[in-house]
């Protein structure tokens, strides 16, 4: 189950990444046009929900870079937390659906569930 819980690691940051990407794509095409529109009013408006979309794609985007981080660590909060985005993920068709049930399956297993509950080795 090791290689289940990196890889589960994995496509949590992964994913962060990639709705951080299009938090950028989307906020870049927002400006842009909104730089080529004549009315002040419709540029004032791209350019808040540019700014708006940005930082919630960040906001939801930070705790799957944190809970990947965590699996890597073999923290208990980062299972717990993984499920948690999984459940949600799993509404963000086709990938996020994909990633959010491999996710559940890997981190309920009893042996992943043991790994998460030894005590942690001194280095």
């Known amino acids: 189950m090791e290689k289940h819980i990196n890889i589960v690691a994995a496509l949590q940051i992964g994913l962060s990444i990639f709705n951080l990407l299009i938090a950028l794509l ?10 080529f529109v004549d009315d002040a009013n419709g540029a004032t408006v791209l ?16 705790p799957g870079i944190l809970a990947g981080l965590g699996l890597y660590k073999r923290k208990e909060w980062a299972r717990v937390l993984t499920l948690i985005l999984s459940v949600i993920e799993i ?10 049930i491999y996710s559940i399956w890997a981190l309920i297993q009893p042996e992943t569930v043991a790994a998460f509950s030894m005590p942690e080795k001194l280095d």
Do not use: E, Q
């Open 26 to 35: 989307i906020f870049t095409v927002l400006k842009l046009v909104g730089g």
């Open 47 to 62: 350019s808040i929900i540019a700014d708006v979309l940005a930082i919630v794609f960040i906001i939801v985007s930070i």
């Open 91 to 100: 509404f963000n068709f086709p990938f996020g659906t994909a990633i959010g």
